[in-house]
């Protein structure tokens, strides 16, 4: 049969390994969980990043082709106007055109001979006589092209290849057109149209100078340009790449208005679109609004050299954010999988400390029903043998007869006690003890009791040294108690300090206004270690059967419960000089 701190020892690793195992198994679990999680999101996310790259590329398609055919909508507006009356043409044109700001014309060394005044010359005159852009070689020209074609990025290259979209345009633009050249300009202030691609056939009403210009290929293009601290764009056009040069003005504010309609409609929670001009200024945008636009996005694509620095702009914020949230998950599961831990840990702590302390009082009751039954079986087999003894007529001698009846009476007292402190024990640790309080002299009492026990002390070896005042201590309290727990502390003396020879009662008044009761001895004393276990119940110094003393570990235990029943206390002290002091203070 295993001892009892091996089936301890055997019941905490029973507890203690399952309860681990399944702790790390969950922490392993939510790991790999977290893990898939992790995975999971970054699908998620590239997926939708790669979706918002691709509609950020339609989009930026989208603007591309508009301003491309804004572009060549103007430029063959101008290439259709007569030479004949060209200065009312381009006013005309001005007014009809809705992104038309300002036309102009300039001698082929930049010139400008329409429309004059100080605001045109600063914003034309520097570009169209230092650039002079119609002089540039078609080589250089065809070089730059090249070069612009290979600076812009895979993302930009399908700007351009998006033929859907561009039919849909050139369709709107073509409509547009058509009403404008219905033979007469419209009004600046009817409602703008989309742009649409003139036909580059000349018409058979062209007037005799057209008829009669070069028919070498017309030369054209765009050109952006800072001037006062602003962006222009500026289209130029010269018929048969020869001669006069015409020249218009792009109407920004209109085509902002209009890249406005690039941006789509129905988008995904998390994204979120924008078109940005070359300062960083938002011109329109799309999308989630709750998307900081300070991020880093996840695309910028620049739609069209005439217009420089300007981009589309777009970010994704997956709606599902398990990627940020799934560390702080993980924590939390961590931290309620360390809890469950730690509660099946503490619930197994305190069930073996409590099956340790069951173990322990069943010990002890073990150990208290075996020193009672010896403690009664002690004074039950002197009694039978002295009673018999003198039923028997077998002691002839008075003395002898006397002193056999005394030692009965003195047995009797004993198991009386013995029965006494029992029945307390029990009353005690039901919750049934009862105390009837009435006023008494504590003195009076404490010398009565002395002197009722004065002849057993003597018997034990013990003197007998009192001290108690002459006049009264009235307390309030239960005088069988007080009587009890007096007896108690007497018998304690009479078992462990009779080798002393002295025992000495006092009793004076309390610092608190209540009575003070003293029993000193010069025993051995009681060790350091015990000073408080003592008054636990059962508990003995030495505890075996074949101890130099009998008894049950109860004796100081029910004085002190008596006496805070009664509202006092018992406590321990060493007596100065050797021994012990026992101190019962009743209020």
């Not at 540039?136 to 399908?158: F, H, M, N, T, W």
């Not at 300009?185 to 691609?197: C, F, I, N, Q, V």
């Not at 009669?212 to 018929?239: H, I, K, T």
């Not at 101890?547 to 006496?563: F, K, N, Y």
Request: charged share 20%; hydrophobic share 40%; with cysteine.
């Amino acid at each position: 049969m295993l001892t009892t701190p091996r089936r301890i020892t055997l019941y905490w690793l029973l507890l203690l390994v399952p309860t681990l195992v399944v702790g790390v198994g969950a922490l392993v679990l939510l790991h790999r969980e977290q893990t898939r999680l992790r995975e999971s999101t970054t699908a998620v996310e590239s997926v939708a990043r790669a979706a918002v790259e691709a509609r950020a590329v339609i989009v930026a398609e989208n603007a591309a082709l508009l301003v491309t055919e804004i572009q060549r909508s103007l430029l063959d507006g101008l290439g259709e106007l007569p030479a004949n009356g060209i200065d009312a043409a381009l006013t005309a044109f001005e007014q009809a055109h809705p992104y038309a700001r300002t036309t102009f014309l300039c001698r082929p060394d930049g010139t400008l001979l329409r429309p004059m005044g100080a605001e045109y010359e600063r914003r034309f005159s520097l570009l169209l006589t230092s650039q002079r852009p119609w002089n540039v070689s078609e080589a250089k020209k065809d070089a730059e092209r090249a070069e612009q074609d290979a600076a812009l990025s895979g993302a930009q290259k399908r700007v351009f290849s998006n033929r859907t979209q561009r039919q849909a345009v050139d369709e709107e633009v073509r409509k547009v057109v058509e009403a404008s050249q219905s033979g007469r300009y419209a009004s600046r202030d009817a409602p703008a149209p989309a742009a649409a691609p003139a036909s580059r056939e000349r018409s058979e009403t062209s007037s005799l100078a057209d008829a009669e210009a070069p028919s070498a290929p017309d030369r054209a293009g765009w050109v952006p340009w800072y001037a006062d601290n602003a962006l222009f764009v500026l289209g130029w056009l010269q018929p048969g790449g020869v001669g006069i040069v015409r020249g218009v003005e792009l109407d920004l504010p209109a085509l902002v208005d209009r890249l406005g309609a690039v941006l789509p409609a129905d988008l995904g929670a998390g994204e979120r679109y924008a078109i940005r001009d070359d300062r960083g200024n938002t011109l329109h945008a799309a999308g989630t609004a709750g998307v900081d636009m300070d991020l880093m996005p996840v695309v910028r694509l620049e739609f069209a050299a005439a217009l420089p620095n300007w981009e589309v702009v777009a970010w994704s914020v997956p709606a599902y954010e398990g990627g940020q949230s799934a560390g702080g998950w993980f924590l939390l599961a961590a931290l309620l999988v360390g809890v469950f831990v730690v509660a099946i840990l503490s619930g197994g702590l305190l069930l073996l400390s409590q099956a340790r302390r069951s173990e322990a009082e069943a010990a002890q009751k073990t150990s208290f029903v075996a020193n009672v039954s010896h403690e009664f079986k002690t004074p039950l087999t002197t009694i039978r043998l002295y009673a018999e003894l003198l039923a028997q007529g077998r002691v002839s001698e008075t003395s002898r007869r006397t002193e056999y009846l005394e030692t009965i009476g003195r047995e009797t007292q004993r198991l009386a006690r013995l029965v006494g402190n029992v029945l307390d024990f029990s009353r005690l640790e039901q919750g049934k003890k009862k105390y009837q309080p009435e006023p008494l002299d504590a003195g009076e009492v404490v010398g009565a009791l002395l002197a009722a026990h004065a002849p057993r002390l003597t018997e034990a070896g013990l003197r007998l040294e009192t001290n108690v005042p002459s006049r009264p201590l009235p307390v309030t309290t239960d005088r069988d108690a007080l009587e009890q727990i007096l007896l108690n502390l007497l018998d304690n003396a009479c078992k462990y300090a009779a080798s002393g020879g002295e025992v000495a009662v006092s009793v004076k008044p309390g610092a608190s206004g209540g009575t003070t009761i003293e029993v000193s001895d010069r025993g051995p004393g009681v060790p350091p270690a015990h000073a408080e276990r003592i008054f636990e119940k059962f508990h003995r110094v030495d505890d075996t059967l074949t101890a130099g003393h009998g008894g049950a570990g109860l004796g100081l235990g029910i004085a002190r419960q008596l006496a805070r029943g009664l509202g006092g206390d018992v406590r321990y002290q060493p007596r100065t000089g050797g021994g012990a002091t026992f101190i019962l203070t009743l209020p």
